[in-house]
């Protein structure tokens, strides 16, 4: 089970950071991403993380604002979002899959409830 928190209403240039908490003993071996969708949008990829936080991926859009990182010990996925613009909002979700990372939310088998990002200009 993952439960995605953090989200909120950030002006501009803002920050924020997301967690996703995985219940489970076996997060570890589980590749975490995050994908987001907007309003009459698909659900796209954001970023993506290895089983073992060594490897990290950004969607273009993201990458040089975000950082994705991980703590196996507490079972958590961590967000951090700088810089945010208008068009980082949405509702984030955090994903989890043993197959591999993946841009392709189809990919993942595990999915949070969201969070909401809302970014004013």
């Known amino acids: 089970q993952l439960q995605a928190s953090g989200g909120g209403l950030v002006q501009a240039g803002g920050s924020l950071r997301l967690s996703c908490a995985a219940s489970?003993?076996?997060?570890?071996?589980?590749?975490m991403g995050w994908f987001r969708q907007a309003p009459g949008k698909e659900r796209e990829f954001v970023s993506a993380i290895r089983w073992s936080g060594a490897n990290t991926y950004y969607a273009d859009s993201v990458k040089g604002r975000s950082t994705i990182s991980r703590d196996n010990a507490k079972n958590m996925v961590y967000l951090q979002m700088n810089s945010l613009k208008p068009e980082d909002t949405g509702v984030y979700y955090c994903?989890?899959?043993?197959?591999?990372?993946?841009?392709?939310?189809?990919?993942?088998?595990?999915w949070g409830q969201g969070t909401l990002v809302t970014v004013s200009s």
């Open positions: 489970g003993s076996t997060f570890s071996s589980y590749d």
């Open positions: 994903a989890a899959d043993r197959m591999g990372v993946s841009r392709s939310p189809s990919r993942y088998g595990y």
